[in-house]
């Protein structure tokens, strides 16, 4: 009666609450699942960096004006001429020859003959040297060459180096390796010599040439702006001029050429006669007065200009001098305030940079920390599902040991009743 009564009990309450209680633990192992895969989705979409925009330069401070010296201030006849210091000395760069055969690229070559020809037109080869000078050497004896015929056999002693040589030199120098290079070059020479008497010629390229800049484009330029203040000093009987310039522009890579140009447009308000010592004074006064600052030079410069008129041809060197000096003492507190604005922009500017640069960093740090959250987050969604599901195996699997039990205990209950009939 007991055992008829327990597996009443059994049948009627216990298997139907452990029913419930195991579909209530699949049912939450299903949730989780859909959690852990929706979750899963979500750690495998890429997180986003946040934009750091960088806060506007503010606009620099402008600069106090310039203080101006009166031509009243000049006393030209009271003051003896001062010697000036010289120019920085002039660096020669040498290249050294090599006898070395290579390869040569032949493109461009019609052309860069056609700009020779038009430079041999202006240089004569029947009167100027071409060719240079020198003689053979024969390190054997000369019988080994006149047999053999072999370039081993002498050696080219040269004396003079002659236009031909100078190219040559002035191409490695510029690095002008190509055809279409070495055209450029030449045409840049052409324009400066073109412009000056046939006599002239040969000694302001042989200046041209000496001072050949190591930059191709910049070469170039130099010739340009020297082209272009030639016609202003059309009276001057010496081309020393020239080397000036070219010294000055192969000593100065940057300021070199926009110097020149600054001196070509200014060069005819100053008197005639006087032209060569104004660029001698504007050379010197470019290391002397101003420090290698051109924009300063230009400033001071330009004020000055416009007082030419009412002085002496005779006095113009003496006057731009005295007029350096003048706007120099003058303007003194107020480099001292263009040095602290600078100053304060430089601190400004470097102010934002640094906050840019901080807060991008900032950024950074939280975008891994956001990749490193998702890579954890899809971690532990994936044992989420694998431990949902292997939750929902092992409960399905002991349901059915339960369901097969019961069934085993209804069939026993049938044949039992069966029995007693």
Same mark, same amino acid.
């Given at each position: 009666?007991? =055992?008829?009564?327990?597996?009443?009990?059994?049948?009627?309450?216990?298997?139907?609450?452990?029913?419930?209680?195991?579909?209530?633990?699949?049912?939450?192992?299903?949730?989780?699942?859909?959690?852990?895969?929706?979750?899963?989705?979500?750690?495998?979409?890429?997180?986003?960096? *946040?934009?750091?925009?960088?806060?506007?330069?503010?606009?620099?401070?402008?600069?106090?004006?310039?203080?101006?010296?009166?031509?009243?201030?000049?006393?030209?006849?009271?003051?003896?001429?001062?010697? =000036?210091?010289?120019?920085?000395?002039?660096?020669?760069?040498?290249?050294?020859?090599?006898?070395?055969?290579?390869?040569?690229?032949?493109?461009?070559? $019609?052309?860069?003959?056609?700009?020779?020809?038009?430079?041999?037109?202006?240089?004569?080869?029947?009167?100027?040297?071409?060719?240079?000078?020198?003689?053979?050497?024969?390190?054997?004896?000369?019988?080994?060459?006149?047999?053999?015929?072999?370039?081993?056999?002498?050696?080219?002693?040269?004396?003079?180096?002659?236009?031909?040589?100078?190219?040559?030199?002035?191409?490695?120098?510029? $690095?002008?390796?190509?055809?279409?290079?070495?055209?450029?070059?030449?045409?840049?020479?052409?324009?400066?010599?073109?412009?000056?008497?046939?006599?002239? *010629?040969?000694?302001?390229?042989?200046?041209?040439?000496?001072?050949?800049?190591?930059?191709?484009?910049?070469?170039?330029?130099?010739?340009?702006?020297?082209?272009?203040?030639?016609?202003?000093?059309? $009276?001057?009987?010496?081309?020393?001029?020239?080397?000036?310039?070219?010294?000055?522009?192969?000593?100065?890579?940057?300021?070199?050429?926009?110097?020149?140009?600054?001196?070509?447009?200014?060069?005819?308000?100053?008197?005639?006669?006087?032209?060569?010592?104004?660029?001698?004074?504007?050379?010197?006064?470019?290391?002397?007065?101003?420090?290698?600052?051109?924009?300063?030079?230009?400033?001071?410069?330009?004020?000055?200009?416009?007082?030419?008129?009412?002085?002496?041809?005779?006095?113009?060197?003496?006057?731009?001098?005295?007029?350096?000096?003048?706007?120099?003492?003058?303007?003194?507190? *107020?480099?001292?305030?263009?040095?602290?604005?600078?100053?304060?922009?430089?601190?400004?500017?470097?102010?934002?940079?640094?906050?840019?640069?901080?807060?991008? $960093?900032?950024?950074?740090?939280?975008?891994?920390?956001?990749?490193?959250?998702?890579?954890?987050?899809?971690?532990?969604?994936?044992?989420?599902?694998?431990?949902?599901?292997?939750?929902?195996?092992?409960?399905?699997?002991?349901?059915?040991?339960?369901?097969?039990?019961?069934?085993?205990?209804?069939?026993?209950?049938?044949?039992?009743?069966?029995?007693?009939?």
């Amino acid at each position: 009666m007991k =055992t008829n009564y327990f597996s009443k009990v059994e049948n009627k309450y216990v298997f139907n609450v452990s029913l419930i209680f195991w579909h209530l633990f699949i049912a939450l192992s299903t949730i989780a699942i859909i959690i852990s895969v929706l979750v899963f989705l979500w750690s495998i979409i890429p997180p986003t960096e *946040r934009k750091v925009e960088k806060q506007q330069y503010p606009e620099k401070t402008q600069y106090p004006e310039p203080v101006e010296v009166l031509l009243s201030e000049l006393k030209l006849e009271e003051i003896k001429q001062e010697e =000036t210091p010289p120019p920085l000395a002039q660096v020669q760069t040498t290249v050294a020859k090599t006898d070395q055969k290579v390869v040569e690229d032949t493109q461009g070559i $019609d052309d860069y003959e056609t700009s020779l020809k038009s430079l041999k037109i202006l240089i004569p080869p029947s009167k100027y040297n071409w060719e240079g000078s020198g003689y053979w050497y024969y390190p054997y004896g000369e019988n080994y060459w006149k047999y053999y015929k072999h370039e081993m056999y002498r050696r080219r002693i040269v004396t003079e180096s002659g236009l031909e040589d100078k190219l040559k030199l002035s191409y490695k120098t510029t $690095d002008a390796k190509t055809y279409p290079e070495k055209k450029k070059i030449l045409d840049g020479f052409i324009a400066v010599i073109k412009l000056l008497p046939e006599e002239k *010629r040969i000694v302001s390229l042989q200046y041209l040439l000496n001072n050949s800049s190591n930059n191709l484009s910049q070469s170039i330029n130099i010739c340009q702006s020297i082209a272009s203040i030639i016609p202003k000093m059309a $009276d001057e009987k010496s081309t020393l001029y020239i080397n000036q310039l070219a010294v000055f522009a192969k000593n100065n890579p940057n300021d070199g050429s926009p110097f020149i140009d600054y001196v070509s447009t200014i060069i005819d308000k100053f008197d005639i006669l006087q032209r060569n010592k104004i660029l001698d004074g504007l050379i010197n006064s470019y290391y002397y007065f101003f420090n290698q600052n051109l924009p300063k030079l230009t400033e001071a410069t330009s004020l000055m200009i416009p007082m030419l008129g009412e002085i002496k041809g005779e006095y113009h060197p003496k006057a731009l001098k005295q007029y350096y000096g003048l706007y120099l003492s003058k303007n003194t507190e *107020r480099d001292y305030s263009i040095a602290q604005i600078e100053y304060n922009y430089q601190q400004t500017i470097s102010r934002i940079d640094q906050q840019f640069n901080l807060e991008q $960093d900032n950024a950074t740090i939280e975008y891994q920390e956001k990749k490193f959250k998702k890579s954890e987050f899809r971690y532990k969604s994936l044992v989420g599902i694998g431990g949902g599901i292997v939750l929902i195996v092992i409960i399905a699997t002991l349901l059915v040991f339960l369901s097969i039990q019961r069934s085993v205990r209804k069939i026993e209950e049938k044949v039992s009743l069966q029995g007693t009939m």
